[in-house]
C-alpha cells in the first residue's frame, strides 16, 4: 500500500520478494532504533562553526551519531526518518540537547577564549509539537548553566512547511520576547 501510495495516486503494487526484504529490513532497523535509545548507541559530533569575518571558532552544531553494535556509524539519512516516524526522535533529540549543552558550557568553562561559544541543536518537527517543549530547554538549560543565549535552536524544513504561517509568528515571537513559543 505505501510503496503504490509513494508513486502515485490510484495506483496499485504486487508484493514480491524486494518489497518484503525493505519491510524485514525496516522493522529490524526500528527495533534495533528501540534498543538503541535505550542503550544509549548515540554519540554527538560537533561541527565547528567558523565566522567569516573573524575566521575564528564561533560554536558548533551538534549532530547526532549512532553506532550501531554490529552494524557500525549508521548514516542520519538511514535513521533520523524512521526515528521522525516512530516518535523516537523525541527521546533522541532530548538527549542530544542535554549532552551537547553540557559539553559546550564545559568547553567554556575550560577555556577562557571560548566564553562566547555558541551551539546549534536541530529540532524535529516531533519535537516542536511536544507541549513541554520550552520546559526541556529550559532544563538542558539549567541542568548545564548554559546561558541561554548561546544555544540556538534550528527547526527543520519540515516543520515550516507543515505550517508556514505558524511557524514565521513563532519565530517572530521568539525574536521579540526571545522565549519560544508555547502551543496547545
Known sequence: MYRAKENGKARYEMFDHGMHARAV???QL???LRQAVEHKEFAVHYQPIIALETGRLAGFEALVRWNHPRRGMISP???IPVAEETGLIVP???W?????CKKVREWQVSSPGHRALS???NLSARQVAQPDLLERIEGALSE???QPHHLKLEITESVVMGNAEAAAQDVQTIA???RPVKHR
Open 30 to 32: 526500528e527495533s534495533d
Open 92 to 94: 533522541i533529540g532530548q
Open 119 to 121: 551551539l546549534s541543536v
Open 77 to 79: 539519512a538511514d535513521f
Open 144 to 146: 548545564s548553566n548554559l
Open 176 to 178: 521579540v520576547t526571545g
Open 25 to 27: 529490513s525496516r522493522l
Open 96 to 100: 542530544v540537547l542535554e549532552e551537547a
